[in-house]
C-alpha cells in the first residue's frame, strides 16, 4: 500500500451515485493500484453530509472526515486533491468550473454537461488552469471493456463488423415522482438519452469504431416526449466511410427494464453478446460463430462462448469485495494525476465532447430541449 499513489477526494453531493462511489472506494482490494481516501463531503446541508457519511463510510466518523453545508467548502478545502461531482446534470457545469477556479482536479459525473456548448466551457477551464478533468464515464474503466476490443477489432473473432444493437432501459415510474426528481424535472436535465441513452451510446462507439480513431457517424434519432421529457430515445448511427456498412441502433427508455443481454454486435463470422445487469455494469460476453466458422475455426462446435476469466471480471471482484466498480476509474485516475497527466487517455476530454455533440444532434432530431440550451440554434 505505501507506495500506491494517493488522491484525497471531496464529494460533491449525497445523491445515490455519491454513496455507491464513496462505497466503493472505501473497500479494502487487494489488487488496488492506488489509495483513495475519502477527505471531505459536501452537501446543501452540514447534517445531510454528516448523515451520509454515518450511513456510507461510517468508519470514517472517527477520522476527522469534513462535512460541509456547502459545496464551496469542499473545492476551497486544501486537503482535497480532487473533487468528484454528483449533483444532476444542470449543475455539472458550474460545480466543474468552480472546483477547477478553486484549484482543484474534477472528475464528473456522466454527462458531463447538459450540452456541449456547456462542455465546452469546462473543457477550456480545465486546459486554461491545468488541471485534471474527467467525466465519469466508468463503464470503460471496466476491464470487460479491454476484452471486447480485444475481441472485436485485435481478434476480430466475428470477422468484419457490420452492425450493433444497444439498450440502455429500466422501468422508473415518473409520475410517481416528485416532480421536482431530476428524473422528471427538465431543468434539472431529465429524459432516458443523458440518463442511460449515453450508455448504449457509448457501446456503438466501442463496438463500432476500431480502437484510437474518431469518427463521425451520420445520425437519425427519434424520440418520444412526456411532459418534455425524453422517455424513449430511439438512434441510428450510419459509417458511411467504411469498408464495408456499420450501423448501430442505439435506444434509451424510462418504461421497460432492459433484458440480460443489452447489446450485440453483428460481423461477417458470427455475433457477440454483452450482458449484465445493467449496460453501465456488464460482466459478461458471449460469441456465438456462424456454423461454418465454427467449423473452420473451432473443429465441430457450432457456438463458442468466450467467459472472461474470473480473476479480470465483475464477477470475481464482486465476490471479492462486493463493489460495483466505480474503483477501476478512480485508480487509473490517481495513476495519471501521479504521472502529471491532465486528462485520461480512457475517456478524454475531446471524446467527452464528440459524445456530447452526438447527444445534443439526437435531442436536437427528436426534440428533447433544455432550457440551458437557450438560444436554441
Ligand atoms: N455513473 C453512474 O452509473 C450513474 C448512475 C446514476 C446517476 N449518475 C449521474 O450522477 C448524477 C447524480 O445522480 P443521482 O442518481 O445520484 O441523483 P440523486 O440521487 O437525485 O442525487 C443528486 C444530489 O444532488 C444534489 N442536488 C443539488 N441540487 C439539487 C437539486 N436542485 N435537486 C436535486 N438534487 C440536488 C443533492 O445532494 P445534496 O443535497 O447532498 O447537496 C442530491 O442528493 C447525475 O448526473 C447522473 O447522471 C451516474
Not at 475481441?151 to 432501459?169: P, Q
Request: proline fraction near 5%; hydrophobic fraction near 40%; charged fraction near 25%.
Amino acid at each position: 500500500m505505501e507506495s500506491l499513489p494517493e488522491l484525497r477526494w471531496g464529494i460533491v453531493a449525497t445523491g445515490m451515485i455519491a454513496s455507491w462511489f464513496v462505497t466503493d472506494l472505501s473497500l479494502p482490494r487487494e489488487d488496488a493500484r492506488a489509495r483513495h481516501i475519502i477527505q471531505a463531503v459536501g452537501a446543501r446541508s452540514e447534517a445531510k453530509a454528516q448523515s451520509f457519511v454515518k450511513s456510507f463510510v461510517p468508519e470514517l466518523e472517527q477520522s476527522g472526515i469534513a462535512c460541509y453545508g456547502s459545496y464551496d467548502a469542499v473545492y476551497n478545502d486544501p486537503n482535497v486533491d480532487i473533487v468528484y461531482i454528483a449533483t444532476p446534470h444542470a449543475f455539472h457545469k458550474q460545480n466543474c468550473i468552480d472546483a477547477i477556479n478553486a484549484g482543484k482536479h474534477v472528475l464528473c459525473e456522466k454527462p458531463f454537461t447538459i450540452n456541449a456548448r456547456e462542455a465546452e466551457e469546462v473543457v477550456e477551464a480545465a486546459r486554461q488552469k491545468g488541471f485534471f478533468v474527467m467525466e465519469g464515464m466508468w463503464t470503460r474503466f471496466f476491464p470487460i471493456v479491454e476484452k471486447l476490443k480485444q475481441l472485436l477489432h485485435k481478434e476480430r473473432v466475428i470477422g468484419e463488423i457490420n452492425r450493433m444493437f444497444a439498450d440502455f432501459s429500466l422501468d422508473m415510474p415518473l409520475r410517481d415522482l416528485p416532480s421536482t426528481s431530476r428524473l422528471r424535472d427538465v431543468a434539472l436535465g431529465a429524459g432516458s438519452l443523458l440518463d442511460i441513452g449515453i450508455y448504449s451510446l457509448t457501446w456503438g462507439l466501442l463496438s463500432l469504431e476500431p480502437p484510437g480513431t474518431s469518427e463521425k457517424p451520420e445520425i437519425l434519432a427519434i424520440q418520444t416526449l412526456s411532459d418534455g421529457v425524453d422517455i424513449s430515445s430511439a438512434v441510428l448511427l450510419q459509417y458511411h466511410d467504411a469498408p464495408g456498412a456499420r450501423q448501430g441502433v442505439i435506444t434509451s427508455s424510462v418504461l421497460h427494464k432492459t433484458d440480460d443481454i443489452f447489446a450485440r454486435v453483428e460481423g461477417s463470422k458470427g455475433t457477440l453478446f454483452l450482458s449484465g445487469s445493467g449496460a453501465s455494469m456488464p460482466d459478461r460476453i458471449k460469441v456465438s460463430l456462424k456454423p461454418l466458422n465454427a467449423r473452420q475455426d473451432m473443429g465441430d462446435k457450432n457456438t463458442e462462448c468466450v467467459d472472461i476469466p474470473k480473476a479480470e471480471m465483475s464477477f470475481a471482484f464482486q465476490e471479492k469485495c462486493g463493489g460495483k466498480g466505480f474503483y477501476y476509474e478512480a485508480d487509473c485516475i490517481a495513476l495519471d494525476i501521479a504521472a502529471g497527466k491532465m486528462e485520461s487517455s480512457i475517456m478524454p476530454l475531446n471524446e467527452t465532447l464528440r459524445v456530447m455533440k452526438m447527444l445534443d444532434l439526437i435531442r436536437k432530431q427528436g426534440g428533447a430541449k433544455f432550457p440551458q440550451d437557450l438560444p436554441y440554434v
